[in-house]
């Protein structure tokens, strides 16, 4: 293998370049329209265009990816995952263009392309399967008298589904003909195909998965499992390994399944036996089914690459070579704990829709490892699925590890577009979790607590302190375009610096927060520890709970605040917590220009002139009195237009920081819309 055309894009695509170019072998990536510039063409030896933005018209395309090998003189091609990855007629179209395909034969992955026949092979095997009906018939009411049989819950599901499409549970009867229909529509407009199984749905599930490779000698090994009960509509997104309270019977048992269903269909590569996992009591031998398997390198591979040492995409090459197993099962050893957290551009509030937007800022902590197929600056677009990063932390210990997530979570930064960072966040550190006492239902049932918003008003009362004074919060990121962290000398003179362009010591904000216009009051004032910050106050909200706490440019909260700015919206991420802002659409300036209503004295001194009179029209910027402190003379200005309504000082006069010097009318309150 000299040559390899990576038929994916996004984080695998990376992933798999990073491996191959160890080997020394040349990488071609090939892209769509959108990702004329994404990171993996970038990282490529070379790129090739292969069509539009939809998935449809590229990387779905078998025709377009085997000329995009021919093309570029390829001898190899890997899928990736998703996409095209368990299509048994690439791996036939690669065959008579005479280029290795990099996984199993079109054989084997049809054998397990469909849930329902895989499942009557399994049970050949020997393997145990969930209970249930996967035969051939799909009349309804036929398939309902099973469900009748089996007893309620239910789950009705697509036999060629992934990526949890195609799925109803249903709780009785009276909701079966409906959950049927919809399943069906969802099928048949995902995969093509309208057909489903019936399965007993275990209560208190676990979904335990054992990773397995062969070669084309043969042989078959497992890598232990991983355990991927954190999901959100039936996707994983957490995954760790190895499982929590995995016995080492039960792990046998487990593995010895996975091995023998790997078996049974002369399988070679990477491959993922999925099981289904009694998890009310403690895991037993007798108490996991086979649910499918997965003919590919799997999203969650690099928690097993992290507890055994082995590069899994290494394997994939060499065994597509024709070489054997690197390794015998009894060299195959776990080692610690790993976990790692699927960051996706998602709104969790909103049921985990998918967003858009331009990463406008982006940088990972360097903790742990990550995995990513975008830069900052890209364009999360609606083609594709929204996985931006996969998180991976590994540890002695599986607190250890889930600590180190923990972190790595809040240290990343990510903003112009939503994420389920502080959603994961939530997660890895719920005692639920961290006491190993959950199932496939937990996200579910915790959900409130886990999209809490406790802390947006701080989050928002940060973006307005921002706007009162840009650069009051300052941030810095490293030259290697890495971890961007805060600089806290440097925070602390951008925040005197704000001070000291003598602005007003109160300010008037109106902002949009999702769909409605708040107004704000800021005032300036000084911590205890000398920190200048700005108290936050709405007239809109008098329950605005942040009324007790300072916002200094050091940020209130322990850790840091990053806040950027553009041209509509403010965004505001501190630790794990992230909001985005939106200015007011229309009167922008205005809006933020502060309705200003007097001027004072950033700090100590002595007044040395007055420039205005009671009844005088002033300019916004014009100087109204002259201060002298720290043996500087400086003028400071009105920020708005308007009419002096007093002059509370005179010449001479020694002020307070923060003493109010002169006061402008009232404005009226700027309009809501
Ligand atoms: P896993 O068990 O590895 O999560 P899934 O069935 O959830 O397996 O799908 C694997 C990944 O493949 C998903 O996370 C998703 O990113 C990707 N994927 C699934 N279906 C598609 C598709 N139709 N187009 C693009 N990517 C897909
Ligand atoms: P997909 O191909 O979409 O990955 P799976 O059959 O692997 O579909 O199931 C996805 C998830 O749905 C599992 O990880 C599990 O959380 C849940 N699930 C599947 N089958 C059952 C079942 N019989 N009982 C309870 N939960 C199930
Ligand atoms: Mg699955």
Redesign the pocket.
């Known amino acids: 293998m000299k040559s390899l055309l990576i038929a994916n894009r996004g984080e695998i695509a990376c992933r798999v370049i990073k491996s191959a170019r160890a080997r020394g072998i040349r990488t071609v990536a090939v892209y769509s329209d959108a990702d004329k510039r994404a990171l993996h063409v970038q990282l490529a030896d070379e790129a090739v265009f292969i069509g539009e933005s939809a998935a449809t018209q590229s990387y779905l395309s078998v025709e377009r990816i085997v000329n995009a090998a021919q093309a570029s003189g390829a001898d190899a091609i890997h899928p990736g995952y998703g996409f095209l990855s368990e299509n048994p007629a690439l791996v036939e179209a690669c065959e008579s263009a005479g280029i290795v395909f990099v996984g199993p034969s079109a054989q084997a992955m049809r054998a397990m392309g469909l849930?329902d026949a895989a499942k009557r092979l399994m049970e050949q095997a020997g393997v145990p399967v969930?209970p249930g009906y996967h035969g051939e018939s799909q009349e309804p009411s036929e398939l309902q008298a099973h469900a009748a049989r089996m007893g309620y819950p239910v789950?009705i599901?697509a036999r060629a589904?992934?990526?949890?499409?195609g799925?109803r549970k249903v709780d009785s009867a009276a909701d079966f003909q409906t959950a049927l229909q919809s399943a069906q529509r969802e099928a048949k407009a995902s995969f093509g195909d309208a057909c489903v199984l019936i399965?007993?749905?275990?209560l208190q599930?676990r979904?335990i998965e054992v990773q397995i490779f062969g070669d084309k000698q043969g042989n078959v090994v497992h890598l232990f499992e991983r355990d991927?009960s954190l999901?959100r509509r039936?996707q994983k997104v957490i995954e760790e390994a190895p499982a929590p309270g995995m016995s080492v019977a039960v792990r046998q048992a487990m593995t010895h399944a996975a091995v023998a269903a790997a078996k049974a269909i002369n399988y070679h590569g990477a491959g993922t036996v999925?099981f289904?996992v009694d998890g009310s009591q403690a895991l037993r031998a007798d108490g996991f089914w086979f649910?499918?398997m997965n003919t590919r390198l799997q999203v969650e591979h690099p928690v097993t690459e992290a507890i055994t040492g082995v590069d899994l995409v290494d394997w994939q090459l060499q065994i597509a070579a024709g070489f054997a197993l690197p390794l015998t099962q009894d060299q195959l050893h776990i080692k610690g704990h790993a976990v790692e957290a699927r960051l996706y551009a998602e709104n969790p509030q909103a049921g985990f829709l998918p967003a858009t937007g331009k990463l406008e800022r982006l940088a990972f902590s360097s903790a742990g490892r990550v995995d990513t197929g975008v830069v900052q600056g890209d364009e999360v677009l609606s083609f594709y699925d929204p996985l931006l990063a996969k998180l991976i932390a590994h540890a002695d210990t599986r607190t250890c590890a889930f600590s180190q997530l923990s972190s790595q979570l809040a240290d990343s930064v990510v903003m112009g577009t939503q994420t389920n960072r502080e959603f994961l966040w939530q997660l890895v550190s719920h005692p639920g979790v961290l006491a190993c006492e959950f199932d496939?239902n937990f996200i579910d049932v915790h959900l409130d607590e886990l999209t809490n918003n406790a802390h947006v008003p701080m989050l928002v009362a940060m973006a307005c302190a921002e706007l009162a004074a840009p650069g009051f919060f300052a941030t810095d990121t490293d030259s290697s375009g890495g971890f961007m962290h805060h600089v806290q000398t440097r925070c602390i003179a951008q925040a005197l610096g704000a001070w000291q362009l003598w602005g007003p010591v109160s300010r008037k904000l109106r902002l949009q927060i999702e769909e409605d216009y708040l107004t704000f009051t800021l005032q300036q004032e000084s911590a205890a520890d000398g920190a200048k910050g700005w108290r936050v106050r709405s007239t809109d909200m008098p329950e605005f709970p942040v009324k007790g706490v300072l916002i200094t440019g050091r940020a209130s909260l322990s850790g840091n605040a990053q806040v950027l700015v553009d041209d509509q919206r403010v965004h505001v991420q501190h630790g794990p917590f992230a909001i985005t802002v939106n200015k007011p659409a229309i009167g922008q300036g205005e809006a933020i220009a502060s309705a200003v209503d007097s001027v004072s004295s950033p700090m100590p001194g002595r007044v040395v002139a007055i420039h205005c009179a009671i009844g005088d029209s002033v300019k916004a910027g014009q100087p109204v009195i002259s201060v002298e402190a720290m043996k500087m003379e400086q003028e400071l200005c009105s920020s708005r237009d308007g009419v002096i309504e007093l002059v509370a000082v005179q010449v001479g006069e020694q002020v307070s920081s923060g003493g109010e010097l002169v006061r402008l009318k009232a404005m009226s309150a700027p309009d809501a819309t």
């Open positions: 849930k969930v789950l599901k589904g992934g990526g949890g499409k799925m399965e007993k749905y275990i599930p979904h991927c999901q039936h999925e289904i649910m499918e496939t």
